[in-house]
């Protein structure tokens, strides 16, 4: 049939089977618009009150789905506005596709209004990206970009539509979904070298991230760990691939990290590390990072095999597909002595555990668990209250926790609520803090007009938190533009928008406001006082190795 490239665009994102999409119309785009008004029936269109909040929408429903999430936008600042969300989908490897309208061909290189270079612009943080000169590559482009987009290591792809391509027409003939390009396991002699090193362990340690959500391999992950007695840990993007409460799960690794878990790892003579980096929140002080272990790494990317630490190891290939040839080549094992010595670390840890009366933190997140559904999907922003949330939320459902890992983006949190909720079609929850959630407050507007059932939880201790932290312990407590005490009154702001919401400040009256938030319809504010001075701990210092951990401190 013959079509525009606008038409050819919607028809073949539904083709690929995006439900829903996410965006902000502008005058280079509109030709896409018109379109999608025409096939309302077929896809629905999610219009936010900013085009970041609509990237971080399609990044929390790709997270969320495990599908493609989509977001649309116009030309120049539109486009840039993108920016952010998309690198932050680049860094945590979320798998999206973002379509931008550009100024006509022939206006191309003139600076004429509102033209950008945004292939140019996003070339460093998408896994691809296209310009389109012609209409005849518009249809076999966007599959393109969905088949990259799921395919080894997600990312994000951009595809830059001219607005004379938009009007163009060309035949347009339906095909099947893309599948993602095959995965392969990594090789058989890398396989047997690992098993040999692995087998040889007498203090093994499972360390993965969120390639194993992507790669559906959570089973694989605690038959290896039962399979040679061996206890397991994760980094921020690896949470809730495992139920928090299996007994080997040691919880979060790292800077901010459970005690029992980074102590675990730094004790290890073998740790085997499964689709997931090293990085500097993970490692600390690299030269003293792990020094009497060996490492066996397994990666879909091969670019992060001995990219920060070396390993003895390294394996290239899908890491659900590696597992299911190792693990038959692994002796089954009991390591007594081994996991009395985690057990000694969990119980060090316990030791160090907040169990202060009134409205700490932690107690703040014991109480959301207590309502949260299985399915229940929980963003966060960044900062303290990211850590809080990762330290003590409960999971039993992979892709339930949705955080800005790799590039720590406040401002996250509320679009990718509306993104999973979107995707899931039920509740989600965001815990925030008041610096986080000024940064895009704006997206309330979007949950009160789509009615979104989302629970927003703001953390707030008038100040910038995790910043506020750094600045007591190490810059001589010198408090440099982090204390906010901004007049900002966070119920008025929740019914001013169409929202309800109410200020909490007991640990009674958080947990009956949660109540009525999970009984409203739609978006529920929570404004939740802590005390500035309240600390994310344990806490590696930066630079820093094991022996260098806080995990007590009061401040004056």
């Known amino acids: 049939m013959l079509l525009s490239g606008a038409d050819i665009i919607v028809k073949t994102l539904i083709e690929q089977g995006a439900d829903t999409v996410f965006g902000y119309p502008g005058g280079q785009i509109l030709n896409v618009y018109d379109s999608l008004y025409k096939y309302r029936d077929e896809i629905t269109h999610v219009l936010t009150a900013h085009e970041q909040g609509a990237a971080h929408a399609a990044d929390g429903y790709a997270r969320a789905t495990g599908k493609v999430g989509v977001v649309i936008s116009t030309s120049g600042p539109g486009a840039t506005n993108l920016v952010t969300g998309i690198a932050t989908a680049y860094l945590d490897s979320v798998p999206m596709v973002a379509i931008c309208g550009n100024v006509p061909s022939m206006q191309i290189g003139t600076d004429s209004f509102q033209e950008i270079d945004i292939t140019g612009i996003t070339l460093p943080i998408t896994k691809h990206n296209y310009f389109i000169s012609h209409v005849s590559d518009l249809a076999d482009t966007i599959r393109e970009a969905f088949r990259l987009a799921k395919s080894g ?45 692995i087998n040889s362990a007498k203090c093994p340690f499972v360390y993965f991230g969120g390639g194993i959500i992507t790669a559906n391999a959570e089973e694989e992950v605690l038959a290896l760990a039962e399979k040679i007695d061996a206890p397991v840990g994760c980094s921020l993007m690896g949470l809730s691939a495992v139920p928090t409460d299996h007994p080997r799960f040691l919880g979060m690794q790292g800077m901010h990290g459970h005690y029992a878990s980074s102590m675990s790892m730094h004790n290890a003579d073998v740790i085997i590390s499964l689709g997931v980096r090293f990085n500097d929140r993970v490692t600390g002080n690299r030269t003293k990072f792990a020094v009497g272990a060996k ?9 992060e095999l001995n990219k920060t630490v070396n390993s003895v190891c390294g394996l290239r290939g899908d890491v659900k597909l590696t597992l299911q040839k190792l693990i038959p080549l692994l002796k089954e094992s009991k390591k007594d002595e081994w996991m009395a010595k985690v057990d000694a670390f969990r119980k060090e840890e316990e030791s160090y555990l907040d169990n202060r009366d009134g409205l700490t933190p932690r107690r703040a997140i014991l109480t959301v668990n207590a309502h949260l559904g299985e399915n229940t999907a929980v963003c966060t922003d960044v900062g303290q209250h990211q850590m809080w949330s990762a330290q003590s939320l409960n999971f039993k459902t992979p892709r339930r926790f949705l955080s800005s890992g790799g590039l720590g983006t406040m401002g996250f949190g509320l679009g ?9 079609g039920e509740r989600s929850v965001l815990i925030t803090g008041d610096g986080s959630f000024g940064m895009n ?22 100040v910038l938190g995790m910043v506020r932290q750094w600045q007591t312990l190490f810059y001589d407590k010198h408090y440099s533009n982090t204390v906010l005490n901004r007049k900002t009154d966070f119920t008025a702001f929740a019914k001013a928008f169409g929202a309800e919401g109410e200020s909490v400040s007991t640990p009674e009256e958080l947990d009956s406001a949660l109540k009525r938030a999970f009984g409203t319809d739609g978006p529920y504010i929570i404004d939740c006082r802590i005390d500035k001075d309240e600390f994310v701990l344990p806490m590696l210092p930066p630079g820093g190795c094991m022996e260098d951990i806080i995990t007590k401190l009061e401040v004056n």
């Open 416 to 424: 990718a609520a509306i993104g999973a909720a979107f995707g899931t």
């Open 295 to 303: 490492i066996v790494h397994i990666d879909v990317d091969g670019s």
């Open 441 to 462: 407050l704006n997206e309330l507007a979007t949950a009160v007009s789509y009615n979104v059932p989302v629970v927003v939880l703001i953390m707030n201790n008038s």
């Open 153 to 197: 290591r997600p990312g994000p792809i951009l595809v830059d539509v001219p607005k004379d391509v938009q009007i163009a027409k060309y035949e347009y003939e339906p095909k099947a979904p893309v599948e993602k390009a095959e995965s392969y396991p990594a090789k058989d002699v890398r396989i047997e070298e690992a098993a040999e090193i």
